[in-house]
């Protein structure tokens, strides 16, 4: 069975860096594409990065030049870098794998907290 689950959550103060993980396991089948996403309290789940399998990545417009996702092959692992947060960035952070039609699993999230 895939899995995914994050880490690297936690809290923040206003300019600080933090760096998610996302960490992939139970198939031997690489994910095609692997992409962070989102969701406040009482907004919906919005898209923030993506990482394909040959590297490509695209951001939403609100974390360019702020946030980079890289991967690490040998590990199963892509990671989410976040610099120069702000209190709106303070959500929970889902990490989403896919291959499909083979799997498109999430993770269970952690969570991120900015404080002014």
């Known amino acids: 069975q895939v899995q995914v689950v994050e880490s690297g959550g936690g809290l923040v103060q206003a300019g600080e860096s933090l760096r998610l993980s996302c960490a992939a396991s139970?198939?031997?089948?690489?994910?095609?594409?692997v992409g962070w996403y989102r969701q406040a309290p009482g907004k919906q789940r919005e898209f923030v990065a993506t990482?394909?399998?040959?590297?490509?990545?695209n951001y939403a417009d609100f974390v360019k030049s702020r946030f980079t996702i890289s991967r690490d092959n040998a590990k199963n692992t892509v990671y989410l870098q976040m610099n120069s947060l702000k209190p709106e960035d303070t959500a929970v952070y889902y990490c989403?794998?896919?291959?499909?039609?083979?799997?498109?699993?999430w993770g269970q999230g952690t969570q991120v907290t900015v404080s002014s």
């Open positions: 989403n794998a896919q291959k499909l039609p083979l799997y498109n699993v």
């Open positions: 139970g198939t031997i089948f690489r994910p095609n594409a």
């Open positions: 990482i394909t399998s040959g590297g490509s990545t």
